[in-house]
């Protein structure tokens, strides 16, 4: 199958092409930049599927679309655009297209419309597509965890943290009743409540805790896919997954305080030390969901220890992770032993502390590393 792309943002780009690789296995896949590079593209080699963005620096991706109609009328052509008013959508719609998608789109949505569009030729002498293979392709596409919200929206709020207030969060999810919840629960617990009067609305709850504490708590949320998961042993290993990473978290954020350290970033990081393993979970989901067989203990155990690093590193470039928050995540698997980084430092510490591991010699010498001795009151929490 071969399908061929025209969007101009670079980072939209690079996730249509993950989308449509993991919609079609094995596809060859042509992204064009320019409307007449992509013009061209067509009059060379017509593809088996066109997406087209609407506006472009150098013109219409119409354009496009009257280039392939002159051809082909059964050719599936999909329009990604901003734009989602009536008359823009009717003029897209007289030229023949086949759906219209508007931005931001949804990963699944856009790979369900894609599959129904162009639903892939199934060889029947191949047979089914076994669970490595399945890994192999989902760290070669788009991974999208079936969480309550958007792990990725969430992420790309955090980056303008600094630019966002209590009230604009709580408008931004007045839709997510979940989330809203959340946020009244963690301000009227003990660790926040600051008087005796609760807090009522999701706006005075995120300004009690803080905004930055107010995005890890929809980050954490987005990654609980425990109850998503059809199979019950592997939304019990999700729900154990995220209790070690939320562990993890914690160990950070109080490390980094003792150490004079701003906690949110690397309880953010502690949040996100799970990724790989649970897209490799959502993979087991998947083909359980295909094969009718639910895998057994030493089945999941494998498919975590021989993918969730891979999937995991793929899931960090697909969220657009920032280099310092990647290196923060690592170093809660891996230190090497002359490393001087006190964040990596407080990564690792946190790590060891969140497992049976605190009474370890690395996780010593780690907490004198950072000039911390854990006292008796620590070491009587833990035990």
């Not at 150098?58 to 901003?82: F, M, N, Y």
């Not at 998947?286 to 995991?312: F, H, M, R, Y």
């Not at 002359?338 to 780690?366: D, I, Q, W």
Request: contains cysteine; aromatic residues 4%.
């Amino acid at each position: 199958m071969y399908v061929l792309i025209l969007e101009d943002d670079e980072l939209v780009g690079d996730l249509l092409e993950t989308v449509v690789a993991s919609a079609y296995p094995g596809a060859r896949i042509r992204l064009c930049t320019q409307l007449q590079s992509a013009c061209d593209s067509w009059r060379e080699e017509p593809a088996d599927l066109v997406i087209a963005d609407r506006n472009l620096p150098d013109g219409s991706g119409l354009e496009l679309i009257r280039v392939v109609r002159q051809t082909s009328a059964e050719i599936p052509v999909l329009v990604i655009s901003g734009r989602t008013d009536r008359d823009s959508i009717l003029a897209a719609a007289h030229l023949g297209i086949s759906g219209y998608i508007s931005k931001p789109f949804q990963v699944d949505a856009l790979h369900q419309r894609l599959t129904a569009l162009a639903p892939l030729p199934v060889d029947h002498d191949k047979g089914s597509v076994t669970l490595a293979e399945k890994m192999e392709a989902a760290c070669n596409s788009a991974i999208q965890l079936p969480g309550q919200i958007d792990t990725a929206e969430i992420l790309a709020l955090m980056e303008k943290r600094d630019e966002l207030g209590a009230r604009f969060l709580a408008e931004q999810w007045s839709k997510e009743p979940a989330l809203s919840a959340k946020m009244l629960d963690v301000a009227n617990s003990a660790s926040f409540r600051r008087s005796g009067t609760p807090v009522k609305t999701p706006a005075e709850a995120i300004s009690s805790i803080g905004v930055a504490m107010a995005l890890n708590q929809a980050l954490a949320l987005s990654l609980d896919i425990a109850g998503k998961l059809a199979c019950p042993r592997l939304g019990e290993r999700a729900r154990i997954e995220q209790e070690q990473a939320l562990r993890v978290a914690e160990e950070a954020r109080a490390l980094a305080k003792k150490v004079g350290e701003n906690p949110a970033l690397y309880y953010t990081a502690g949040l996100l030390s799970k990724a790989g393993e649970l897209a490799a979970l959502k993979v087991l989901q998947n083909q359980c969901d295909e094969s009718g067989e639910p895998p057994d203990v030493e089945q999941i155990d494998s498919a975590i220890t021989g993918w969730a690093e891979k999937l995991g590193n793929r899931i960090k470039v697909q969220w657009h992770l920032p280099l310092d928050l990647r290196e923060l995540i690592g170093a809660v698997y891996f230190l090497s032993r002359g490393n001087v980084s006190r964040s990596k430092l407080v990564m690792r510490a946190a790590a060891l502390l969140a497992t049976e591991e605190a009474e370890s010699p690395e996780c010593r010498t780690l907490l004198r590393r950072l000039g911390i001795e854990e006292g008796e009151d620590d070491a009587r929490q833990r035990s």
